[in-house]
């Protein structure tokens, strides 16, 4: 079992930045970020693998940047120009399968989500 806690959601103005972190019990071969928007489904935003390769989804490829530090048990979305249409919970999960995805249905284990409002 993998135990995941995020933190540092809240409200921005568009152009600002935000990181979000997540607390993991142990790691696994690929982490991500995944967010849901009222209305639309859940999607994956960024996922980093053990050898510390990153993908992202084509929305935020240039402003958001994955990371994680096995020393401190934490994920982190460092996310920068925001625009309203990030506005969502976002997620952290883990899965223990090899390979880097943005698949939601791929996951294990997940956390209970962290709020981004985007608003002038």
């Known amino acids: 079992q993998v135990q995941l806690v995020e933190s540092g959601g809240g409200s921005v103005q568009p152009g600002g930045s935000l990181t979000l972190s997540c607390s993991y019990t142990?790691?696994?071969?690929?982490m991500g970020w995944f967010r849901q928007a009222p209305g639309k489904e859940r999607e994956g935003v960024a996922a980093?693998?053990?050898?510390?390769?990153?993908l992202y989804a084509h929305s935020v490829e240039g402003r958001f940047i994955v990371s994680k530090d096995d020393a401190k048990n934490t994920l982190y979305l460092q996310m920068n120009n925001l625009t309203p249409e990030d506005t969502a919970m976002y997620y952290c999960?883990?899965?223990?399968?090899?390979?880097?995805?943005?698949?939601?249905?791929?996951?294990?284990?997940w956390g209970q989500g962290t709020q981004v409002t985007v608003s002038s």
């Open positions: 980093i693998d053990a050898f510390g390769s990153d």
């Open positions: 142990r790691s696994t071969h690929c």
């Open positions: 999960a883990a899965k223990n399968s090899f390979g880097i995805t943005r698949h939601v249905q791929l996951y294990d284990y």
